[in-house]
């Protein structure tokens, strides 16, 4: 719940900036799309004039640094200012890229657009955390800005491809019609998230014992019983649990059934492939490209904190 609350605060500073921005455009906040086979969850579509952004909102923690190689590395940092920790984590840049993918392919496909571009911008709103850049590649420096950035960012953007083309306000309410239309909303089941309230049972009533009879003989001692101790469980055994709670709270996440994640013959095949990368995890049956990109990094690190444990 307190990370849901730090993601709701970040779509509310974003959503606050767009709304005071001033610009000619029509946003749309919390979309969930489907094509063929592929959804994406959209925190905010924004259509212009002359260019539609698709923007993902991240309110990170740490101070974040992107490589040379458009790698996100999240550094926690003590009290003192020293970094005590290092991370990788997935890139949102990557999840934006593929949501355009997804909303271009949506709606040149039913003729609104044909050269209008589809442009991702991901927005960190923390405003405390302090982003390095400056080693990552510029077309990824481009799509990272600060929250208090956006509105300037947006401005200066839709004039440059102002001079290109231009859509009729009608043709850009056809649009998001369209897009509202095709908006999957899901009915969220809040008791699949309210952790079981512990049973107690009920006081046995107290009953009154009969006086003992006097012993005439000898009672036999009682049988001593070997204490047995729990199986252990074996490092497969754990490897196929976290995967498990891996998929399960990406479902909840995604608010989808968790066998849409992956089966459970996809698990047992990881299980015994073992991959060491994306790509090892690609030759799975079940995993493609596209869920080979959105699992694939957390998959092969938890399967990497197993390998060389035996069975």
């Known amino acids: 719940m307190k990370l849901f609350k730090i993601g709701l605060i970040g779509e509310s500073n974003v959503n606050y900036e767009l709304k005071n921005s001033m610009l000619p455009m029509i946003c749309l906040h919390d979309v969930r799309l489907q094509v063929e086979d592929y959804t994406a969850q959209f925190d905010f579509i924004v259509v212009t004039h002359s260019v539609i952004y698709v923007i993902e909102t991240k309110k990170l923690y740490g101070d974040i640094e992107v490589n040379d190689s458009g790698e996100f590395i999240r550094k926690i940092n003590n009290k003192y200012g020293k970094v005590v920790k290092r991370e990788g984590m ?42 390095d850049k400056k080693r990552a590649p510029k077309a990824v420096q481009d799509l990272i800005i600060k929250s208090d950035q956006l509105v300037n960012y947006l401005s200066e953007d839709m004039k440059l491809h102002r001079k290109d083309r231009y859509m009729l306000d009608n043709f850009i309410m056809n649009i998001i019609d369209y897009i509202m239309a095709n908006n999957k909303t899901v009915d969220v089941d809040i008791e699949k998230y309210k952790l079981d309230a512990p049973k107690h049972k009920p006081a046995a009533k107290s ?12 009672e036999p001692k009682p049988e001593v019983k070997p204490i047995t101790m729990p199986k252990k469980e074996t490092s497969k055994e754990a490897l196929y649990k976290e995967l498990k709670e891996y998929r399960l709270m990406q ?61």
Request: hydrophobic share 35%; net charge positive.
């Open 90 to 131: 997935y890139s949102p840049v990557t999840q934006s890229e593929r949501h355009c993918r997804i909303l271009k392919k949506m709606l040149t496909d039913q003729g609104f657009i044909k050269k209008t571009p589809v442009k991702p911008i991901v927005v960190l709103a923390n405003p405390k955390s302090i982003i």
């Open 251 to 311: 479902a909840k996440l995604e608010e989808m059934k968790p066998y849409l994640i992956f089966y459970n013959s996809t698990l047992d095949e990881i299980i015994v492939k073992m991959p060491t990368s994306i790509d090892d995890l690609l030759k799975v049956k079940g995993f493609g490209k596209v869920k080979g990109e959105k699992y694939g990094p957390a998959i092969v690190e938890i399967v990497g904190r197993y390998r060389g444990k035996g069975n």
């Open 207 to 218: 009953k009154v014992e009969p006086a003992p009879k006097p012993k005439t003989k000898t």
